[in-house]
């Protein structure tokens, strides 16, 4: 069974980069697609990005595009999401997901879609 730990996250100031890990373990040969979500008390979980398991397509919402990226180590089975220019308004808490299901690009960072997820872990940006 496949199951996500995660690590990272924490307190940083605006402006400031904190780097997110997933490690996974179990049998991904059929996971599709991997993404990172996250979620306020105030706000539904959003999609924030997913990449392909097997091949290198990513996807970046709007929201984060060009202060986060996500990759992941095929070698050691683990999820990266690297932050930079850290905004007040992605304090949340972040959550690593992983699917079998194979949805088309627009879906790809649906929460519903993913079925295996981390325990999730707080990402505070202060002002």
């Known amino acids: 069974q496949v199951q996500l730990v995660q690590s990272g996250g924490g307190s940083v100031q605006a402006g400031g980069s904190l780097r997110l890990s997933c490690a996974i373990s179990?049998?991904?040969?059929?996971?599709?697609?991997m993404g990172w979500f996250r979620q306020t008390p105030e706000r539904e979980r959003e999609g924030v990005a997913a990449?392909?398991?097997?091949?290198?397509?990513?996807y970046v919402a709007d929201s984060v595009k060009g202060r986060f990226t996500i990759s992941r180590d095929n070698v050691n089975n683990t999820l990266y999401l690297e932050m930079v220019g850290l905004k007040p308004e992605d304090t949340a808490m972040y959550y690593c997901?992983?699917?079998?299901?194979?949805?088309?690009?627009?879906?790809?960072?649906?929460?519903?879609?993913?079925?295996?997820w981390g325990q999730g872990t707080s990402v505070t940006v202060s002002s």
């Open positions: 179990g049998d991904i040969s059929n996971t599709y697609i």
């Open positions: 990449i392909y398991t097997h091949g290198t397509g990513t």
């Open positions: 997901a992983t699917t079998e299901r194979r949805p088309s690009s627009l879906g790809t960072m649906l929460p519903y879609i993913y079925n295996r």
